[in-house]
């Protein structure tokens, strides 16, 4: 019996550009046409929202402090795609970091991007 070759795509771009939405459309589509395929998230600042903050950043309310611990409340959480292997949950996440260091996003994201350089062959092996 023969092999179907396993193909791969990276998807990289700025904030808003729609990568997310993307890898969840292909993801959708090539299920659909029966092929197995996973999402891998190597990217510390794509974390899951709540389903809450995610309605809030599509509408682009003023931030309250009501509507802060209300995001806080809800645990229903999005999560566009299936992932095979997602770099937030399981090594490091850019919210973390900040809380941890003090850092502000762009010290976060050199901060995670260093730690995965670091850390690569235990990240791999996983």
Not at 45 to 53: F, L, W
Not at 80 to 91: G, I, R
Not at 100 to 118: A, D, F, I, K
């Amino acid at each position: 019996p023969s092999r179907r070759p396993i193909y791969g795509q990276v998807v990289v771009g700025p904030p808003g550009s729609g990568k997310t939405t993307y890898a969840n459309g292909m993801q959708q589509y090539l299920r659909l046409l029966g092929r197995n395929a996973w999402v891998i998230n190597l990217d510390p600042a794509n974390e899951r929202i709540t389903q809450q903050q995610h309605e809030l950043r599509r509408a682009r309310p003023k931030k309250t402090k009501e509507s802060e611990n209300e995001q806080k409340k809800d645990d229903n959480v999005i999560l566009p795609y299936e992932t095979l292997f997602n770099v937030c949950e399981e090594v490091v996440n850019i919210t973390s970091v900040m809380k941890e260091t003090g850092l502000g996003p762009n010290g976060g994201l050199m901060y995670c991007m260093e730690y995965l350089e670091t850390h690569v062959q235990d990240i791999v092996t996983r």
